[in-house]
């Protein structure tokens, strides 16, 4: 079995019932949907996923000197989509930021709304960026690293917000493809297509204002992979989308190897209230078959499963999950590929297309690059810092009570058996070979 991993993809990181997606576009060009770095884990006995720790030790580093991440999105403002940023924008170069008229709507509408830490620390950063740019422009001047922004979706209220008088380039609404990352073109590479959020939409719940994308990644060799993010979208936001498309023969925007879970396998993607029951909506179920591609996989970032809800526990949730695994291979962040165990899913374009990268695969490569301690491909290093994130997350299992070898354990266990504990190596291991 391999221990390479391809050089494009997306890394899944398991932070429990929240989202934090890492897209692999190029060697330097690393872009992450969300975050879900839960505070104080630097505890290994506390369920806590240190991810901005992890995430910021495998970046590349910048033209300044420092870890560089070329863009982060941020789908809407719930804690569990942007817990962490604050510390991310101390700890790394930011080239870009992706956000959506939602916080601005949010704090017109009513100024003492209450938003957690790092969403006021993400709006403010926007905010200074806005203003960088608008005077970046007007000056003639180049944009400075680490103020780039791009404000996406509709809102009828735009001409009252401070982003309305940015730059064309700056403003992107649903309907069309980002390409661009931090300024530099990556079309036939990397291709964001906007969904939502809808215009009229724009006052709705936070979570329906999600932006929604489709991330397509191509291979020189032709080959691709397609994952549709919603956030955290329910059914009359999703089968809209749909709708729309279809409607505007836009069919390849909609098609998916991956698609994530909206809102962390919630039921209310598929089920309505009705008459005081749940009821099933076939149709968006039918939709997500129609347009998913062969080995289509619907990957739940959230807890285990339960094997019962009860009312008002949502997400994640069982008739949810018992829906997708009717129909498509099903994985759940926290379940992959165990629960006492759970590492990265890990989305990837190889010689034969679009894949989910088999636990094994990420396992050996962690362990090759542990034990060479040399540079690897930036997919491998995100995978395995991923991989090592598991370590923090099986005290969430109430039901352990021994400890169990998990994915750095067994990096390091690895390590011994090939070194004897401490004595060097006499051959070269993984990577290393010659």
Known sequence: MTETLPTLGVVFWPVGTG?????????????????????????????????????????PEGKDGRPFLAAFVLTHAD???????????KKATIGELWATPRMWRELMDDPDAE????????????????????????????????????VVGYDTAE??????????????????????????????RFNAFIHAPFKEDCA??????????QVTLTEDNG?????LLFGDLAYDTIIKIFDY??????????????????????????????????????????????????????????QPIPVSNTAGDNPPHRKAANRYEERFRFICTMEWPSIADPS??????????????????????????????????????????????????????????????TGLDRVRSAVDAGRGKDTAPTTAVGFGRG
């Not at 989509?81 to 924008?89: D, I, K, Q």
């Not at 709705?204 to 994308?213: D, G, I, M, P």
């Not at 040399?374 to 994130?389: E, F, K, N, Q, V």
Request: net charge negative.
């Open 204 to 213: 709705a719940a936070r979570n329906e204002t999600s932006l929604s994308l």
């Open 344 to 405: 990265p899913v890990v989305l990837a374009v190889g010689d034969t297309g679009a894949h989910i990268v088999d636990d094994e695969v990420v396992d050996l490569a962690a362990k090759a690059l542990t034990a060479s301690g040399a540079p690897r491909r930036r997919l491998t290093r995100i995978a395995a810092a991923a991989t090592t994130a598991g370590r923090f997350s099986r005290t969430q299992v109430q039901a352990r009570t021994a400890r169990v070898e």
């Open 79 to 89: 804690k569990d989509h942007c817990s962490g940023f604050a510390e991310l924008l």
């Open 245 to 302: 498309s279809e409607g505007h023969s836009r069919q390849e925007f909609l098609e998916w190897d991956l698609l994530l879970a909206p809102h962390h396998c919630s039921k209310n993607v598929m089920y309505v209230r009705d008459g005081g029951e749940d009821k099933l909506k076939v149709d968006i179920l039918d939709k997500f078959e129609e347009h998913g591609r062969g080995g289509a996989v619907v990957v739940a970032s959230s």
């Open 19 to 59: 989202d934090s997606s890492t897209v692999v576009v190029t060697e330097d060009i690393l872009m992450q949907v969300d975050l879900n770095d839960r505070a104080k884990a630097d505890d290994e006995d506390t369920p806590e996923v240190p991810v901005v720790d992890l995430l910021v030790e495998a970046l």
């Open 159 to 188: 001409a009252e917000h401070s982003y309305h008088d940015l730059p064309d380039e700056y403003l992107v609404k649903p309907g069309h493809s980002i390409t661009k990352i931090n300024g530099t073109d990556y079309e036939g």
């Open 115 to 150: 938003l957690c830490v790092d969403a006021q620390a993400f709006h403010e950063e926007v905010i200074r960026r806005v203003e960088a740019v608008k005077k970046a422009v007007a000056d003639s001047d180049e944009i400075s690293l680490g103020d780039r922004v791009l």
């Open 223 to 227: 080959l691709d992979a397609k994952a």
